[in-house]
């Protein structure tokens, strides 16, 4: 049997992260890292790295290293992963309201908060005080593989570098609105509010983008 080269066995094994979810969308990644998680040099771990950006996988930052490249999202996958959070959140609220769950809001006023003191800023700090909302949403969660699932979706929603993101830029204040009234449906434990808060928003977003994208392209 022919032994595959060490480089491609980096290549194959970075690729299998990515698409399983395992590496995110913009996550850093480094050389040493991988070479200690295959027991390799970093040579041909450098050798799949070049490859990897030469196939859009992953990407060079000047000053910052190498993180996972961000593919754009068109409609069709934005509805796809509407759908999919969706489905998994109100599984996830119905799992809490069955146990009775008593949910502590203190940390999603937090980042309410900071969502609000960024809507008109420029850049990701909103996505990134949103993201936060979202990780501590699904924190209880006993089924890590949909914590990660959620996640993973939400946060190639909220990273996108084409049309969606100009369309969620304007959707801020809309995000707001919905998710803080979702915050005070979980502080009351009114679960069935809470599922119709999260469908009304997804589905609002939905409809933005059907009735935007065409002023982007």
């Given at each position: 049997?022919?032994?595959?080269?060490?480089?491609?066995?980096?290549?194959?094994?970075?690729?299998?992260?990515?698409?399983?979810?395992?590496?995110?969308?913009?996550?850093?990644?480094?050389?040493?890292?991988?070479?200690?998680?295959?027991?390799?040099?970093r040579t041909p771990v450098r050798k799949a790295f070049e490859r990897l950006v030469s196939?859009?996988?992953?990407?060079?930052?000047?000053?910052?290293?190498?993180?996972?490249?961000?593919?754009?999202?068109?409609?069709?996958?934005?509805?796809?992963?509407?759908?999919?959070?969706?489905?998994?959140?109100?599984h996830y609220l119905f799992d809490l309201e069955k146990n009775e769950w008593v949910f502590?809001?203190?940390?999603?006023?937090?980042h309410i908060e900071n969502m609000e003191e960024t809507t008109k800023e420029n850049g990701?700090?909103?996505?990134?005080?949103?993201?936060?909302?979202?990780?501590?949403?699904?924190?209880?969660?006993?089924?890590?593989?949909?914590?990660?699932?959620?996640?993973?979706?939400?946060?190639?929603?909220?990273?996108?570098?084409?049309?969606?993101?100009?369309?969620?830029?304007?959707?801020?204040?809309?995000?707001?609105?919905?998710?803080?009234?979702?915050?005070?449906?979980?502080?009351?434990?009114?679960?069935?509010?809470?599922?119709?808060?999260?469908?009304?928003?997804?589905?609002?977003?939905?409809?933005?983008?059907?009735?935007?994208?065409?002023?982007?392209?």
């Amino acid at each position: 049997m022919v032994r595959k080269k060490l480089d491609q066995v980096a290549y194959e094994y970075i690729v299998k992260q990515i698409e399983s979810g395992q590496l995110l969308q913009r996550e850093h990644i480094t050389e040493q890292v991988v070479a200690d998680e295959l027991e390799i040099s970093r040579t041909p771990v450098r050798k799949a790295f070049e490859r990897l950006v030469s196939d859009n996988y992953l990407e060079m930052i000047e000053n910052v290293g190498v993180r996972v490249r961000a593919q754009d999202l068109d409609s069709r996958g934005f509805q796809d992963r509407m759908n999919f959070i969706e489905r998994l959140i109100n599984h996830y609220l119905f799992d809490l309201e069955k146990n009775e769950w008593v949910f502590e809001i203190t940390q999603l006023q937090k980042h309410i908060e900071n969502m609000e003191e960024t809507t008109k800023e420029n850049g990701y700090e909103f996505e990134n005080n949103e993201l936060d909302y979202w990780c501590d949403l699904v924190e209880h969660s006993d089924n890590s593989y949909t914590k990660h699932s959620i996640l993973k979706a939400m946060q190639d929603v909220l990273f996108d570098d084409g049309i969606i993101y100009e369309i969620m830029k304007n959707s801020r204040s809309l995000k707001n609105k919905h998710l803080t009234e979702l915050m005070h449906h979980l502080e009351e434990n009114n679960y069935v509010k809470a599922r119709r808060e999260i469908r009304i928003l997804l589905n609002q977003l939905k409809l933005n983008v059907i009735e935007n994208g065409h002023k982007y392209n």
